[in-house]
């Protein structure tokens, strides 16, 4: 599905916080393995969603990816050009092109600011508009976002969450990005408001030609926006696979939970569906679990599991998972799978060799 | 616990670092500012140039700054220092005055403590009325009384005027324990007002935070009578940096800031004496003075650590897994 | 389970005209207005509802918990006979965690992170009745193993710090259930929990509905969980109930043009996503100031010159039987209206 050009190409991203220890030196004693060997690529004009539980990576890996986090080792392409390790001048172009969205729309605004400056700082930071055109620019902005331009001169405070968000999406918008890496954007907004945000996001891609790495928890805003979607557990990405498909099909047995947790807002549908409640909780990411991280939760595992790192297998789907026991697939499906070429490299080649006796519980 | 042996460790070597670097700042400071020749001072008033010269030569003022400052340090711990100003020496002195320097202190310190927790939990669960108003006014003015000035009133009027307390002067616990309380009621209250106060202050508002916790709505919730609510989950939870703040205060006021006090009363403590010292530009003991109280502050530093990470069981887990 | 509980014995908590009022630095904010309910027995209530609905303030003022100086809580919340409204604050004490339990939204901060989570459950069992140290420290261990807590017996000793939030919100049900309640309140009880934490949380609260017979008031803003586990609904919006019904009812039949709203904006997993979400245009309204007449007239595409006064919440159409709802339009004017808006009527109810 891809729509362009890699804008993002991501390889073998690490990122690991050490913890310290010792009497005048410290040395490290062990780490967070916060992101585990990602790779993915994102595509210009694409949205590319990425959804796990907390504690799975997924914030972590969007700020090593903008390198505001430091990334371990591993690559991040930005058009081609390595970024990783690049110093600060040199990264203060492509820190324009890229912009990011938090959660939180309280906490990400200055209180003290009024929204105009909050909207115009981008700008004048990077000498792009001053005086009485830098108020121009931001009052268009505010009507862009659905925000009344009349009330350029009030606190952050003095408006609703959702028309917060949208202060955080003109600042985000001011200096014409390319890619917009959205951090669970909707999550602390209600559900009316969560639509007419997405919907904003929409009308913008098209209209400013954008791209995003959409972060979330909420599977079923994911889908609405995404093209692909990257789904992550442990730091590791688990399953890739385009939007449409891993709703209907899903192959890694972490996605297929994932996605039977969610509640369909249906009584009938409800009443019939058996949702797989995964056991226990998300192990610790210090100590993660040997092999195949899923293993101790997931209700397929076997032996090898715990012993072989299943490689990221390529299915002709389009999708590709890190499971040596896929759901889902074929006979058909199984024969075709490769190896991704940008499988982790911890992982084995030891490919899904059958296709498993029914799944124990559908969605 | 494991990583405590190590933390003490730690600790200890800062509390060295800590320790000389004061030491050396204060021996530098000594030797810049005017008038404070220490030749000058042994020789007295009508010394002439010859003595003055011998004195130098004697005590090894002219030796390079770093030579010096090692024979002190030396001296220091040995207890060999000596006054310049009157030859006596500087460890005994302050040997002397310590049991009347905790007197006064852990005294205060019980007072404040407790009058600050009392004064603090009244107004916080009385809010807003007529009560709260009238504590938080007293506050206010024990905050804005400086100590000279309370002291000299109480002197004054109390000691002085009404007799109902002797005027000044220390009487020792082993001779008189009534006398000794007697004699430092007074000072007691003097150096604790500041404090309660403040304190009272500081656990009002942070009680006022905490009944706001979800876990003060869950502890309503399981039908706990709202006098255990308030002790059991408000206080034990506001107390906890109102306990290490008492811990660094204690040690402050042992280290230095009971000067006033001292000093008003008459009370021959070791503030006192380096009250005396600073008077009159006497380094020995202000060194040995100084070091004793960084001494405190550092170790009452280590204790509030300590007991930190046992009031509040979420610091024993060191470092959390960031996501 | 029975979904469709009509005939019913004595209800166990019946709410008439409640009335919450917050006196505030900017005014007088009217969170709840006028609130009437009956919880039936054995059921599971769902009140959904958006930031601002009222819903949380109704749940925490059935248990006397919004009472403060600057609150005024008027009507009536009777259980078995006593006012929990006017109820001294001892009936209250002897009444909470003991008759009616709760469990709240964030598991990270409902419990006192300076106390083991066994002794928070002792110091409950022990406000409420006589038993010793040791006996109450069992009953603990009990009641967190039967809310699936692995090695209860050393989890017991823990601070909360060491449990996942997952573990935390089991921890908060144990002791929500320690008194054997005859009404357990869930105040959003799985928002701050990750999605499959939240699927066995729902199971818990579900399993023990059903086996135990406790009746559930479940507090949440999510129309897929309360499609998951409610009996009945009520739909609030700016401090007042603007439907209530059966599930069935709310979700193939709904009335009130908030409610339809609310279904449209939904993402559905299992149907394919539309181009473009439907949106409800607008913010909810200040609750300093609400609009006169009904409460969604500001945000309703269907308004008309009858909305400028409020409508009660009734039943408005032939064997409503409990179904009612706050709008002024025609029950066949509705029925046409929400098919336009799309994606509601999901289906006829059989």
């Known amino acids: 599905m891809a729509k362009g050009d890699p804008l993002i190409e991501v390889s073998h991203l690490v990122k690991r916080f050490p913890i310290k220890q010792g009497l005048l030196i410290e040395r490290e004693v062990a780490a967070v393995h916060a992101v585990d060997d990602v790779s993915l690529t994102l595509h210009e004009g694409e949205t590319l969603g990425l959804v796990g539980e907390s504690g799975c990576g997924k914030s972590t890996l969007c700020r090593a990816i903008i390198q505001l986090l430091k990334p371990t080792s591993g690559s991040v392409k930005y058009r081609g050009t390595e970024i990783v390790g690049l110093s600060r001048k040199d990264l203060q172009p492509i820190r324009r092109d890229i912009q990011m969205i938090f959660q939180d729309p309280y906490a990400s605004l200055n209180p003290r600011k009024r929204v105009g400056q909050i909207i115009g700082d981008p700008l004048s930071l990077h000498g792009l508009a001053s005086g009485s055109q830098l108020r121009r620019e931001v009052q268009q902005l505010m009507d862009r976002v659905g925000l009344q331009p009349e009330h350029y001169n009030r606190f952050p405070h003095e408006f609703s969450g959702g028309q917060r968000q949208r202060i955080g999406i003109a600042r985000a918008l001011a200096l014409r990005p390319k890619l917009i890496i959205a951090d669970e954007p909707v999550s602390a907004l209600d559900v009316s408001i969560q639509a007419q945000i997405i919907n904003l996001l929409d009308d913008l891609q098209d209209e400013f030609d954008l791209s995003y790495i959409f972060v979330a928890h909420d599977l079923g805003v994911v889908r609405h926006v995404s093209d692909r979607i990257a789904v992550m557990y442990l730091g590791k990405i688990v399953e890739r696979s385009p939007a449409s498909i891993l709703y209907d099909r899903p192959i890694h047995p972490y996605s297929v939970a994932l996605l039977s947790a969610v509640p369909i807002p249906d009584p009938k549908v409800e009443a019939e569906r058996k949702p797989l409640v995964l056991e226990g909780d998300v192990p610790s990411p210090v100590d993660p679990p040997a092999a195949c991280h899923f293993h101790t939760r997931c209700p397929w595992a076997t032996e090898i599991c715990s012993q072989d790192e299943p490689p990221l297998a390529e299915y002709e789907s389009g999708q590709a998972a890190a499971c040596h026991h896929p759901r889902n697939v074929d006979s058909g499906m199984v024969a075709g799978a490769t190896v991704a070429p940008d499988s982790p490299e911890s992982a084995s080649d030891t490919l899904p060799s059958q296709t498993e006796r029914e799944p124990a519980a559908t969605r | ?323 | 389970m029975n979904r469709s509980a009509r005939a019913q014995p004595e209800s166990p908590l019946s709410v008439e005209d409640m009335r919450v009022r917050f006196a505030t630095e900017d005014g007088i904010v009217h969170a709840v207005d006028g609130v009437s309910f009956d919880l039936r027995p054995g059921e599971i209530l769902g009140i959904v509802g958006e930031s601002g609905s009222g819903k949380s303030v109704t749940a925490q003022t059935l248990m006397g918990l919004t009472r403060s100086s600057n609150a005024s809580i008027s009507g009536s919340v009777r259980f078995h006979g006593t006012d929990l409204v006017t109820a001294s604050d001892e009936q209250l004490q002897s009444i909470r965690g003991r008759e009616i339990s709760m469990v709240f939204q964030d598991p990270m901060t409902s419990l006192n992170p300076v106390y083991r989570v066994g002794y928070q459950i002792i110091e409950q069992l022990e406000a409420h009745k006589e038993m010793s140290d040791h006996e109450a420290k069992e009953r603990a261990v009990e009641l967190l193993a039967s809310v699936g807590i692995p090695n209860a017996k050393e989890r017991v000793d823990n601070y909360p710090y060491e449990f996942s939030g997952g573990m935390r919100q089991r921890a908060m049900i144990a002791m929500a259930l320690a008194l054997e309640p005859r009404i357990l309140i869930a105040d959003e009880p799985t928002t701050a929990l990750d999605v499959t934490i939240q699927a066995q949380i729902m199971k818990l609260i579900q399993q023990l509905n059903e086996e135990r017979g406790l009746a559930v008031i479940l507090i949440t803003h999510d129309l897929g969980v309360i499609a998951e586990v409610a009996d009945r609904v009520l739909v609030m919006y700016a401090g007042q109930i603007v439907e209530q019904g059966s599930l069935d009812e709310i979700f193939y039949d709904p009335q009130h043009p908030y409610t339809w709203g609310l279904m449209g904006s939904l993402t559905r997993l299992d149907q394919p996503p539309p181009d473009r979400l439907p949106q409800i245009g607008g913010a909810p309204p200040s609750l300093l100031a609400p609009p006169p007449g009904c409460r969604f007239r500001p945000r309703c595409p269907h308004a008309f010159e009858k909305c400028g006064e409020l409508p009660e919440l009734e039943e408005r159409f032939p064997g409503a039987n409990g179904h009612a709802d706050r709008c002024w339009l025609e029950p066949s004017e509705k029925r046409e209206k929400r098919e336009v808006e799309g994606r509601i009527g999901l289906g006829a109810p059989a």
Not at chain 2, 218 to 237: D, I, S, Y
């Open chain 2, 1 to 323: 616990m494991e990583g405590m042996g190590q933390f003490i460790v730690r600790r200890l070597i800062g509390m060295v670092v800590v320790l000389f670097a004061i030491s050396v700042l204060v021996f530098l400071i000594f030797n810049v500012i005017p008038n404070s020749d220490p030749a000058q001072r042994i020789g007295g008033k009508n010394a002439n140039q010859q003595l003055i010269d011998r004195i130098n030569e004697d005590w090894g003022f002219n030796d390079p700054l770093p030579t010096q400052y090692v024979t002190m340090m030396k001296k220091t711990f040995t207890g060999d220092l000596v006054s310049y100003q009157n030859q006596r020496n500087v460890v005994d002195q302050i040997k002397k005055g310590i049991p009347v320097t905790f007197s006064l202190c852990i005294g205060a310190g019980i007072i404040w403590f407790a009058l600050g927790v009392v004064f603090g939990y009244l107004s916080a669960i009385k809010a807003g009325r007529a009560a709260d108003r009238a504590l938080t006014i007293l506050a206010l003015i024990g905050i804005s009384l400086p100590v000279f000035f309370l002291g000299e009133m109480l002197l004054y009027y109390v000691a002085f005027k009404a007799g109902l307390f002797p005027v000044g002067d220390y009487v020792k616990f082993s001779e008189d324990p009534l006398q000794w309380a007697n004699h430092l009621i007074l000072p007691w209250f003097t150096l604790a007002v500041l404090f309660i106060g403040f304190y009272s202050r500081l656990l009002r508002s942070n009680m006022l935070d905490v009944m706001e916790e979800d876990y003060v709505r869950t502890a309503r919730a399981k039908g706990l009578p709202e006098r255990q609510v308030r002790l059991k989950h408000v206080l034990r939870n506001s107390l906890i940096p109102i306990i290490t703040l008492f811990g660094l205060d204690f040690g402050a006021v042992i280290g230095g800031g009971a000067i006033l006090t001292e000093t008003v009363f008459n009370l021959p403590g070791v503030g006192l004496y380096a009250g005396q010292s600073v008077a009159s530009l006497d380094l020995p003991p202000l060194i040995a003075v100084t070091m004793f109280g960084a001494f405190f502050i550092v170790l009452l530093n280590t204790i509030v650590d300590i007991v930190y990470a046992y009031l509040d069981p979420r610091i024993r887990l060191g470092t959390q897994a960031a996501t």
